[in-house]
């Protein structure tokens, strides 16, 4: 396992998703973890990250609805995502969130908001 993110799905807009990320030990481990997304012909962006000590932060445009938490016993980050919207509807990836120390990309997980 090097980075493998679930949970996706279709949900109407208002509605909410958790999204899950498995990291490899070597990759989780002391880092600070983030959530990005990518809309198509849009680049890929930073919406939120979390230390090894829970500190967290995120972008504008998910503050307040999308919450991001890991375990660091099991190398997980998660993102509970709440009252979607259709700009929402992106692949989500998760990696380290240092642009510096940033590894292979998984596949991710889509997610589609329709309304």
């Known amino acids: 396992v090097q980075l493998q993110a679930s949970g996706g799905g279709l949900v109407q807009t208002g509605g909410s998703l958790r999204l899950s990320c498995a990291a490899s030990g070597s990759i989780f481990s002391g880092n600070i973890m983030g959530w990005f997304r990518q809309a198509p012909g849009r680049r890929r962006e930073l919406v939120a990250s979390i230390t090894t000590g829970g500190i967290t932060n995120y972008a504008d445009s998910v503050k307040g609805r999308f919450t991001i938490s890991r375990d660091n016993d099991k190398n997980t980050v998660y993102l509970q995502m709440n009252s979607l919207t259709l700009e929402d509807t992106a692949v989500y990836y998760c990696?380290?969130?240092?642009?510096?120390?940033?590894?292979?990309w998984g596949q991710g997980t889509l997610v589609t908001v329709s309304s």
């Open positions: 990696n380290r969130a240092s642009a510096r120390l940033l590894t292979s």
